[in-house]
């Protein structure tokens, strides 16, 4: 049985981000049915790569990447015709799926504020650039000018100087990836709901929110004046002699921030002199520019002559973090992938056979697959309006019984789900967030012998460490010493009343705590256990731990970030954590929802480095296709030009994105030269692209002079997708922010109120957001004696004995 079988999806989208949203689904066996226009079908199709065989519109590779396992329709909505047979698919489907530009739904018929009225069983998710109610200044967008609008732009690379570009992170499409995912997480808990209430609910993406929540780490911390707001480049960046070498065979990245790494370092390096001259604890207390330069240089002497790999295995089994920068041809060659079968054998009527990414989560009740290639236009039109009843409207949905309320419910679609967190740091936690966000009840479990370091590091106060603050909203805290047999039978109690586990530990922590997956499941039959690692739970590459640089570098983004002919600078050292804590979210949600349909539980095993790879699926799909190993390419788009980012006054940037000869046109209007749009040097992409760099250099000497955000209004009105590259001051101070709700005040237990960052969506009928980060063990009592039923004395006893506190 697939999880989603039986949920019937009309994709209205023509994007990126729409389409992987319903990749998404259809990966477990929801029925997307995607309508495209008469002639040219989806936008997608006229986008590369494209494979060397076959003829338009069936050789994108994007395309076929991104609609796996979909069925295609050609309808013209402009006709009566048309419109009727909408209606008609409209009456049979479960979610309607779209990422038009604001305002489009409401001209076919669907305005989301009349939808919830009229179809109130359809789940409705529009993706969006900047939501449905975007500023004048922002209607044109292209995925570059939303990444820059995020904050992740300007703050990419890490470490870079103030005369470098910004950079556009890995591949073309990361803002549409990323909004496609937590699209789809949205979906599958709205659809969980609904399974008990037959009620559907409006979501609103918006590209920009999710990018930017995906640093709430810093961002959190910087709204809630924990952290420095600035226009530095370098305001998300960690110290340290972090970073990316140059090895025989390519490139390691390698991450030291602890005296144990500086004393791996020692034994790899077999004990170098020039180490005696750096104090033990440099990393975290003398970590001096001079210093990190000075290591830097050893170790680029050391790697240089090694290869990555052979140099990465020698580190892990050491216990230093240092891993190989895979390229495309790297991930198909890793044993790791191949034993957790990531790459998949598609064989496309038109283009052939292929390898193609999957997913990066192995359920053990119900796997994702790939049942079918991508679809040939209207490969499916007649026999699926054939199957059409008529206009009478479909059946009543069956409504089960909802399940026990939980006691501390704040509504939203996951109300009365309990969920129980052994997380550290930032990737397990933020899964907890964003169900705590979509209204389940989280449970961190906790023990103050073993903190988690964001509660502990560098505070004085661990209930008011600001990075703990930061990703931990919304929850609850129960203090359990579970290296003690009486606490871990504690723990079992409290799993046998919950719905999701959430466990993010080194590898074989949780068995060694007697507490893996055939415990837990003694306890409680049909839990949804979710196990998060950096190469997942099972293969010869799975005992191997690392960070968030280390994912993105192992997964195939770093090798692709990057200023052309130089050394990969590599993704912000910030990004990965928490774009693999919604990976997991969103198998989870799909676990739990298999679950509410069939009672049946499962083991969820995800992967942070099979995260990292699903965000470049079209990347991939140029080496899959044509055998090309994509590179740095800065801000290079193959299909559009200009496309980049350019100074501006007082250090600022501006992002400009032109996607159409028209919009080329427009732009040398605006430059004040209109004799440019005929130039025979730029006249039309092909002749653009030849000769981008005196494009850039001409574009860069006209926005030097100029304000980034009045120049970007400027070209906004013209109809060019143009934005200014966002400080973390700016993204701060951002109104369209605030006005969405994304930052919001809560309450502590002191009665404190702080600034956080809320969800990245807007929904009907949402949770609400109003507790800050809990206090150390503050929901004790509400646990062991509400939900466990444990007697006042029995709970003194317990704590008598130093099990809970």
């Not at 109809?719 to 969405?740: E, F, M, N, Y």
Request: net charge neutral; glycine share 10%; with cysteine.
């Amino acid at each position: 049985m697939t999880a989603l079988g039986g949920i019937r999806v009309l994709e209205l989208a023509e994007g990126v981000c729409g389409e992987y949203c319903g990749k998404l689904l259809s990966d477990f066996g929801a029925e997307v049915i995607k309508l495209e226009r008469p002639g040219c079908g989806s936008a997608t199709r006229r986008l590369g790569p494209f494979a060397p065989a076959g003829a338009d519109p069936e050789r994108s590779g994007l395309f076929a990447y991104l609609n796996t396992s979909k069925r295609s329709i050609v309808l013209d909505t402009a006709t009566a015709e048309g419109r009727g047979s909408l209606e008609q698919l409209l009456d049979t489907v479960d979610v309607v799926i779209d990422d038009h530009a604001a305002g489009w739904l409401a001209g076919i018929g669907l305005d989301p504020g009349l939808t919830t009225g009229s179809r109130p069983a359809l789940v409705l998710c529009a993706i969006t650039a900047f939501g449905q109610s975007p500023p004048a200044d922002r209607l044109q967008a292209e995925d570059l000018t939303v990444f820059h609008s995020s904050g992740w732009g300007y703050h990419t690379p890490s470490a870079a100087t103030a005369v470098q570009p910004p950079l556009k992170g890995a591949g073309r499409f990361l803002p549409s990836y990323e909004a496609g995912l937590e699209a789809a997480l949205c979906v599958a808990a709205a659809l969980y709901e609904r399974a008990g209430s037959g009620l559907g609910r409006f979501i609103d993406i918006s590209k920009q929110q999710v990018l930017a929540s995906r640093a709430d780490y810093v961002l959190a911390q910087m709204a809630a004046g924990d952290m420095p707001v600035s226009a530095e480049r370098t305001a998300y960046d960690l110290h340290g002699p972090a970073g990316i070498f140059p090895c025989r065979d390519g490139y390691a990245y390698i991450w030291m921030s602890a005296p144990a790494h500086w004393e791996a370092l020692r034994q790899l390096l077999n004990n170098p002199a020039w180490m005696d001259a750096f104090p033990a604890n440099w990393l975290e207390r003398e970590c001096t520019p001079e210093r990190v330069g000075q290591c830097r240089a050893y170790i680029a002497a050391w790697l240089k002559t090694r290869g990555k790999h052979e140099a990465a295995a020698a580190a892990q089994k050491l216990g230093l973090t240092l891993v190989p920068v895979n390229n495309t041809a790297d991930l198909v060659d890793s044993p790791q992938y191949a034993f957790r079968r990531y790459f998949a054998a598609v064989d496309h009527p038109v283009q052939g056979v292929a390898l193609y990414p999957t997913v990066p989560y192995m359920l053990s009740a119900t796997p994702a697959a790939i049942a079918s290639p991508a679809p040939l236009l209207g490969q499916h039109t007649q026999q699926t309006l054939a199957a059409l009843p008529p206009r009478a409207g479909r059946s009543a949905i069956r409504r089960p019984a909802a399940g026990p309320e939980t006691g501390l419910g704040r509504g939203g679609p996951l109300q009365g789900v309990r969920v129980v967190e052994l997380t550290k740091v930032w990737a397990g936690p933020y899964v907890g967030k964003l169900l705590a966000f979509l209204g389940a009840e989280v449970i961190r479990v906790e023990s103050e012998g073993s903190l988690d370091v964001t509660r502990s590091y560098g505070v004085s106060d661990i209930n008011n460490a600001p990075g703990f603050q930061a990703v931990n909203p919304q929850k609850l805290s129960v203090q359990v010493d579970m290296k003690t047999p009486a606490g871990v039978e504690l723990l079992l109690q409290l799993l046998g009343k919950a719905d999701i586990l959430i466990e993010n530990l080194r590898p074989g922590a949780v068995e060694r705590l007697g507490l893996g997956y055939e415990r837990v499941k003694a306890a409680r039959p049909d839990i949804v256990y979710v196990s998060m690692g950096m190469y997942g739970t099972q293969g010869p590459l799975s005992y191997q731990t690392g960070y968030a640089p280390c994912f993105a570098a192992l997964g195939g983004l770093s090798a692709l970030v990057g200023y052309a002919g130089e050394v990969p600078a590599g993704m912000n050292i910030r990004y990965a954590d928490s774009t693999f804590g919604a990976a997991a979210t969103y198998a989870a949600l799909i676990a739990l929802l298999h679950r509410r349909r069939t009672g049946v539980g499962q083991f969820v095993d995800v992967s942070a480095v099979e995260s990292m790879t699903s965000m470049i699926g079209d990347s991939f799909m140029e080496f899959a296709l044509n055998g090309v190993v994509p590179g740095c390419d800065g801000n290079r788009h193959a299909q559009m030009a200009p496309h980049g980012t350019y100074p501006c006054r007082n250090g600022e940037w501006i992002s400009i994105a032109v996607a159409s000869d028209g919009q080329w046109r427009a732009l040398a209007d605006a430059i004040g030269q209109p004799g440019l749009a005929a130039h025979p040097s730029f006249r039309d992409l092909a002749r653009r692209k030849a000769h981008e760099p005196e494009l850039d250099n001409m574009l860069a000497q006209w926005s030097a002079g100029r304000d980034a955000l009045e120049l970007a209004g400027e070209l906004q009105q013209r109809g060019i997708a143009a934005a200014r590259s966002q400080s973390s001051l700016d993204l701060v101070a951002d109104q369209h922010l605030w006005a969405r709700g994304f930052f919001q005040e809560v309450t502590d237990r002191a009665g404190q109120s702080k600034i956080t960052l809320g969800p990245s969506w807007k929904m009907s009928r949402g949770a609400v957001l109003r507790d800050a980060a809990p206090h150390l063990g503050q929901h004790n009592a509400y646990v062991l004696g509400d939900i466990l039923g444990l007697s006042a004395e029995r709970q003194r006893e317990l704590a008598d004995a130093g099990v809970v506190r």
